[in-house]
């Protein structure tokens, strides 16, 4: 009875509730025939002035009076050779100067009497002449010897090393009692302000620069500014690159070695958008996809595209495929978007 009672009252209306439209924040589309890509190249800095200082003799280095880390000025001694046999020839010459200059005051002496002896008749011009000659030799052996003392006191002048610039040893290669070459390196000096960066590029962007153009370099996480001085000759066989010379201001905390890099602009030419990286959901067989919002009546509905990643840094990515100019692109709240859902998008510019 129950049961039929039932079956007799009127069926209820089933009513149909349309989901609104879901709000989306948009960007428009806009492509380009070229797309920039940013590269940053690394490279070290040098001192300008670096000086690996030595003597010009050969000789055993008796001391070295600066060590590394010691700051330098410059006409300050940093080391000395051993000039024992440098002060024995000294003291030779200097000996024979002497016995020269004597053997001179003699001459003189004779030559006067000499004359006197002439001027009476006693004395013929062959003996005047002879003193004249002997004179005359000795005073060329006076010079000689004088030169020669002239060069030896040269020689312990440049028994001491003088530091060249005011600057920091910041290598030492001798110590002392060991025996020197000329021109053997002892300490390397490197100045404490000014430098240069030294960076490799690669040879398809060396027509992007030029030494007119102003360039900007981090050096310790501190942008500097830098002017291109100069340029190698030649690819480096292992980094293939071209190495660039930047001068750069006086810094306090400049540090020889130090990295520093460079950013440099090249501009790709291939159609590209450029769109958020949280506008990209990853796609089937490792391709990419936008949430692209085009109209429907009086809303509009999600239509999946696929596209593909030109490149990309930690913010914006330029992409290329199924996309046109101007098209709604939805860049944030995808998680919760499927395609072929209806929308309502609040365009970002």
């Known amino acids: 009875?129950?049961?039929?009672?039932?079956?007799?009252?009127?069926?209820?209306?089933?009513?149909?509730?349309?989901?609104?439209?879901?709000?989306?924040?948009?960007?428009?589309?806009?492509?380009?025939?070229?797309?920039?890509?940013?590269?940053?190249?690394?490279?070290?800095?040098?001192?300008?002035?670096?000086?690996?200082?030595?003597?010009?003799?050969?000789?055993?280095v008796e001391s070295i009076v600066v060590d590394t880390g010691k700051r330098v000025t410059q006409g300050q001694v940093l080391a000395t050779l051993d000039d024992a046999l440098l002060q024995s020839e000294a003291a030779q010459l200097s000996a024979n100067l002497d016995q020269i200059e004597a053997q001179q005051s003699l001459v003189d002496a004779t030559l006067k009497r000499q004359r006197t002896l002439e001027s009476q008749g006693y004395q013929s011009q062959q003996q005047i002449d002879e003193l004249l000659s002997q004179k005359n030799e000795l005073a060329a052996l006076a010079q000689q010897l004088s030169a020669s003392l002239n060069a030896n006191t040269i020689r312990r002048q440049k028994s001491r090393l003088i530091a060249p610039f005011d600057g920091v040893v910041s290598h030492r290669q001798l110590a002392p009692g060991q025996v020197v070459s000329p021109g053997q390196p002892v300490?390397?000096?490197?100045?404490?302000?000014?430098?240069?960066?030294?960076?490799?590029?690669?040879?398809?962007?060396?027509?992007?620069?030029?030494?007119?153009?102003?360039?900007t370099v981090l050096v310790q996480g501190q942008p500097q500014p830098a002017t291109l001085v100069g340029r190698s000759a030649e690819v480096n066989p292992v980094t293939r690159t071209v190495e660039l010379r930047f001068a750069l201001p006086p810094l306090d905390n400049l540090v020889n070695g130090d990295l520093v890099y460079l950013s440099v602009e090249e501009r790709i030419p291939h159609t590209a958008a450029r769109v958020p990286v949280s506008a990209l959901t990853s796609g089937l067989r490792g391709r990419w996809n936008l949430m692209i919002a085009t109209p429907s009546g009086d809303s509009y509905v999600l239509q999946r595209r696929d596209v593909t990643i030109l490149h990309s840094d930690d913010q914006y990515a330029f992409v290329s495929g199924a996309i046109e100019n101007d098209e709604q692109v939805v860049i944030t709240g995808l998680q919760s978007l499927v395609a072929g859902q209806r929308v309502t998008p609040s365009v970002e510019e």
Do not use: W
């Not at 049961?3 to 806009?30: D, F, R, S």
């Not at 490197?190 to 398809?204: D, K, L, S, T």
């Open 187 to 215: 300490l390397t000096l490197v100045p404490e302000a000014q430098g240069e960066a030294r960076i490799g590029v690669p040879v398809r962007l060396l027509s992007r620069l030029n030494a007119q153009d102003g360039y």
């Open 1 to 60: 009875m129950v049961l039929l009672l039932a079956g007799c009252q009127p069926a209820e209306t089933a009513l149909t509730i349309e989901k609104a439209p879901y709000p989306v924040v948009t960007q428009p589309l806009v492509t380009q025939d070229e797309y920039p890509i940013t590269h940053r190249f690394v490279g070290r800095l040098y001192s300008s002035t670096t000086s690996q200082v030595g003597f010009e003799l050969a000789g055993v």
